[in-house]
T-cell receptor, first 115, second 110 residues
Framework: GAVVSQHPSRVICKSGTSVKIECRSL??????MFWYRQFPKQSLMLMAT?????????EQGVEKDKFLINHASLTLSTLTVTSAHPEDSSFYIC???????????FGDGTRLSIL | DAKTTQPPSMDCAEGRAANLPCNHS???????VYWYRQIHSQGPQYIIH???NNETNEMASLIITEDRKSSTLILPHATLRDTAVYYC???????????FGQGTRLTINP
């Protein structure tokens, strides 16, 4: 069964709206979670690494004030797309990894459409 | 992390074995080979990973060459539900990031 849950699965909203996406690890504690973005017919691009209890680490070119990440507990990370515009429309996917050399597990993604 | 090279697309008949190649000629001694797949409009699904020995689980087998410069993912009896984009990724043990390439789009035909 799923080990990482992502919510909501789909969001459609007007330009200028802020949208929050949740990522939960269901049966393990994740000190680190990851947020990816995927545009149509492209591969996944890592946006940021979410660290429990500390600031997220953003990849080059990703605006930290635009994509707010909060990792307040060992099982929950949230990504907020602030003042979203049509160019932010994309498929957002989170992942989490168990301790040690365990593989990352991914959520089912959130399809964000900004009108 | 080492770069990987995969064919952009492959076709396979249903019921046959699907063999997906991956080149990682610059792999370091402490880098693992991971395979994920992504079915349309879903998040990636972990398949298998290995260091230098061949690995097998309920989903697939992973064959790594002796020099570790290439590997093959084998789906022994492909079904239509195996149609997906398959990603081969190399990563140092314990490293945080997974860097996705373009993967191989595998189509299983009836």
């Amino acid at each position: 069964g799923a080990v990482v849950s992502q919510h909501p699965s789909r969001v459609i909203c007007k330009s200028g709206t802020s949208v929050k996406i949740e990522c939960r690890s269901l049966d393990f504690q994740a000190t680190t979670m990851f947020w990816y973005r995927q545009f149509p017919k492209q591969s996944l691009m890592l946006m940021a690494t979410s660290n429990e209890g500390s600031k997220a680490t953003y990849e080059q070119g990703v605006e930290k004030d635009k994509f707010l990440i909060n990792h307040a507990s060992l099982t929950l990370s949230t990504l907020t797309v602030t003042s979203a515009h049509p160019e932010d429309s994309s498929f957002y996917i989170c992942s989490a990894r168990r301790q040690g050399n365990q593989p990352q597990h991914f959520g089912d993604g959130t399809r964000l459409s900004i009108l | 992390d080492a770069k990987t090279t995969q064919p952009p697309s492959m076709d396979c008949a249903e019921g046959r074995a699907a063999n997906l190649p991956c080149n990682h000629s610059t792999i370091s001694g402490n880098e693992y080979v991971y395979w994920y797949r992504q079915i349309h409009s879903q998040g990636p699904q972990y398949i298998i990973h290995g260091l230098k020995n061949n690995e097998t689980n309920e989903m697939a087998s992973l064959i790594i060459t002796e020099d570790r410069k290439s590997s093959t993912l084998i789906l022994p009896h492909a079904t239509l539900r195996d149609t997906a984009v398959y990603y081969c990724i190399v990563r140092v043990e314990g490293a945080q990031k997974l860097v996705f390439g373009q993967g191989t789009r595998l189509t299983i035909n009836p």
